[in-house]
């Protein structure tokens, strides 16, 4: 199926739904729901019809036919629609913003930017600025609450954007508190070509034990 | 003749002042556009950190004089709302940080004071006048603004402040 045929599904199935949760919002008219309590209410599975034989001991254990009190089964079905039709809604927004991504950022020319931290003693990130082909494209500072999330082990996707095929040139530069809390800026490059599929490369900071210094990396995903 | 001339021109006017005030967009009722910035102690604070909070944004200038009014009146609004849930920020707006950055450390005020150098955050919450006060609630909504500040304006910031506190 290609886009076209997806984005018009979609938006039928959207339709749908909503028009769906509309008339499942909607209480039911006055004689459905009389209808129920003026009529007996339809035997359970298992008891007896006068001209069958006894049942087995199983189908005696059936429960009992719902007391009159209780809202029909129409109502309880009704309820259970709704709901399956909300979870509908959620994966259809799911299904939405994937294809927002594939369609602003199409795998033939995607490039996602990826950073994580290692360990984290020898540097505190304070911000990264990235360029690509020698323009800026992202720079982002890091709250307090960032960087620990980081160092805790969290993937942070920084950029995500479009480049043609071919060759190109990605310069990262990260500043913080370096060792013994001192300003500290550091760059790093990667020349990467860029094939038919999506690029995915990743900023690594780590600890160089050795030497007592961060150590700034990236990392090109093949 | 000219007192037709004159009485047309002023129905002008109006209509023109009129529209312009009618086109003035706000932000209430909206998301608070989130923003980055860094601090005087040289932290970062974003401004969706503080969700779930009540939030003052305060926009000022050194320049101006309603801000350095102002100032005094905030640092006493968050020393005693703090503890509250209220959080306040001051954001200055001036291009020349050095001078901004003596001006608050002068200051001397409990809240932290960010550095907006750029434009963006300014075409974001449609500043015109300095200084500028914005509420958001818990939920990260703008719910009160405020351009220009006179002695007794921190009345009507408590009251909405309360409120906010209150849901």
């Excluded at chain 1, 060759?167 to 038919?196: Q, S």
């Excluded at chain 2, 001339?5 to 003035?24: E, F, K, N």
């Excluded at chain 2, 601090?39 to 970062?44: A, I, K």
């Amino acid at each position: 199926m290609n886009l076209k045929h997806r984005i018009v599904s979609i938006a039928v199935c959207a339709v749908m739904l909503s028009a769906g949760l509309a008339i499942g919002q909607t209480p039911p008219p006055a004689d459905a729901q009389a209808a129920p309590s003026a009529e007996t209410p339809p035997p359970a599975k298992g008891e007896p019809a006068a001209d069958t034989p006894a049942p087995p001991a199983d189908a005696q254990a059936a429960p009992p036919p719902p007391a009159p009190d209780a809202p029909p089964p129409e109502l309880k079905t009704l309820d259970q629609e709704v709901q399956g039709l909300k979870k509908d809604v959620v994966d259809l927004n799911k299904d939405l913003f994937v294809l927002q991504e594939e369609l602003l950022f199409p795998a033939n020319t995607q490039v996602a930017l990826y950073i994580s931290m290692d360990v984290g003693t020898f540097f505190a990130l304070d911000s990264v600025t990235v360029k690509i082909d020698n323009k800026e494209v992202k720079n982002y500072l890091y709250t307090a609450r960032e960087a620990d999330a980081l160092l805790k082990g969290g993937v942070q996707q920084i950029y995500l954007g479009n480049l043609k095929v071919g060759k190109h040139e990605l310069v990262a530069f990260f500043t913080g508190k370096g060792p013994v809390e001192r300003d500290y800026k550091r760059g790093a490059t990667i020349n990467f070509d860029k094939g038919v599929g999506a690029k995915y490369l990743e900023l690594k900071i780590t600890d160089r034990v050795p030497k007592h210094q961060p150590e700034f990396m990236i990392k090109d995903w093949e | 003749m000219r007192r037709a001339v004159l009485a047309g021109g002023l129905i002008l006017g109006l209509a023109i002042g009129t529209a312009s005030l009618a086109a003035a967009p706000s932000i209430v009722g909206r998301a608070a556009p989130d923003f980055v910035l860094r601090g005087l102690d040289g932290r970062n604070l974003r401004l969706s950190e503080f969700r779930g909070q009540v939030v003052l944004v305060n926009f000022w200038s050194r320049s101006d004089g309603d801000s350095r009014q102002q100032m005094p009146a905030l640092d006493r609004i968050n020393i005693t709302y703090q503890r509250a849930g209220l959080v306040v920020i001051g954001v200055s707006v001036d291009e020349d940080l050095r001078r901004s950055k003596e001006f608050a450390a002068a200051m001397s005020v409990s809240y932290p004071i960010l550095f907006d150098t750029g434009t963006a955050i300014g075409k974001d919450y449609y500043l015109q006048k300095m200084p500028m006060t914005i509420l958001v609630d818990r939920s990260g909504v703008v719910r009160y603004t405020a351009v220009g500040f006179r002695r007794g304006d921190e009345r009507v910031y408590l009251d909405h402040i309360r409120e906010l506190l209150r849901e």
